[in-house]
């Protein structure tokens, strides 16, 4: 990229990156899809893809059953589900170095639920896309 882009967070404040890749590839349930993606140093997101990005892939968003539909524009139909009733209670490593550096007490914990009557297959552990 031949500039830098200023961008601002809904916190207020600004990131600047020269970094973009074009035509990414990525897939969902086996299907590519491809967006421009442009670095940020932000850690607790892999990938945010904007409204004229799910606009273009003609996306609807279902945010009560945490779903995506997709209606590609060659006909093709698909859906991104995420994570059901699944809250992780955890705050990132950044977040929580602010916290202590203004004077918060931290604790580490390592909790483990006795109830749990099985062990998690596969399926059952959250993935966060």
Known sequence: M??????STPTGTSMYTDSIYRSC??????????????????????????????SAHRARVDCYNKT???????????QFKGDKGFSTPIISFIRSSRYLEKGCEGYLAYVVDQR???????????VVC
């Open 2 to 7: 031949s500039y830098i882009l200023d961008v």
């Open 116 to 126: 749990k009557e099985k062990d998690l297959s596969l399926e059952e552990i959250p």
């Open 68 to 78: 995506v539909d997709f209606c590609l524009p060659d006909g093709t139909t698909f």
């Open 25 to 54: 590839e990525m897939s969902m349930v086996g299907i590519p899809l491809y967006a421009d993606l442009i670095v940020l140093p932000i850690s607790d997101f892999d990938v945010i893809l904007g409204m004229d990005w799910l």
